[in-house]
């Protein structure tokens, strides 16, 4: 018999049963206790308690209070071990159930940390996901650009930079709205990709450099 889709408690309970059944435990032969028997099998008190209360539901052994485990029946172990036998393939379809469970929890939990990762690298992203190179440029004098608001010089659809602040003498307009003007003489300071300062700078009038 295929014992190892059976868990540690019915592992123990047929090996013991197994040795009732072969004479190698005698009837009325008393046990070691339940501490002892942990031992012996290196599982948990626990694991052969539920071990001996399947054996002593099939009257194979009895569990008595403060005087240990006795051996009833010799027939009752070779039943005990037919039933096993006749309900192994059942007992295989549900290991399987079992195993396909944990590795489908197993997978839902990594599914969710993904997921958690994911949202939180959308809400909080890193300094190198958002930044951007900043520029500055001043408005010359005789510039186009000079006396009008933001809104109606689009600055963004011409240049593909967003200005954030115009520094004016002491003065600092940080994240000016649509309705700020320039003036000659202002700092514009915006970000943008690479071509953004010569696209400015031909917006704005500027000499060009080299």
Do not use: C
């Not at 206790?33 to 694991?47: D, F, H, I």
């Not at 994911?118 to 930044?131: E, G, K």
């Not at 608001?149 to 307009?173: D, K, N, P």
Request: aromatic content about 8%.
């Amino acid at each position: 018999m295929d014992t190892d889709v059976f868990p540690q408690y019915l592992r123990i309970a047929l090996d013991v049963a197994e040795k009732i059944a072969a004479g190698e435990l005698e009837e009325r032969q008393r046990l070691s206790g339940r501490s002892l028997l942990a031992s012996e099998y290196a599982v948990s008190p626990e694991t052969v308690r539920k071990a001996l209360r399947l054996l002593a539901n099939m009257k194979v052994v009895e569990v008595r209070e403060k005087s240990g485990v006795v051996v009833l029946s010799r027939d009752n172990a070779r039943r005990y071990l037919e039933l096993l036998r006749s309900r192994q393939d059942e007992l295989e379809r549900y290991e399987r159930f079992r195993n396909l469970y944990e590795r489908y929890s197993e997978l839902g939990r990594e599914m969710m940390e993904a997921g958690s990762q994911l949202m939180t690298a959308r809400l909080h992203p890193t300094r190198s996901q958002w930044a951007l190179p900043q520029y500055e440029l001043r408005v010359p004098e005789g510039s186009g650009a000079a006396g009008k608001s933001l809104r109606e010089l689009r600055f963004w659809q011409g240049t593909g930079a967003t200005i954030v602040a115009i520094r004016r003498s002491q003065e600092t307009i940080v994240s000016p709205g649509p309705d700020a003007e320039l003036y000659a003489g202002d700092m514009v300071l915006f970000v943008g990709g690479p071509d953004a300062p010569a696209a400015a700078e031909r917006f704005l009038g500027l000499p060009r450099t080299v």
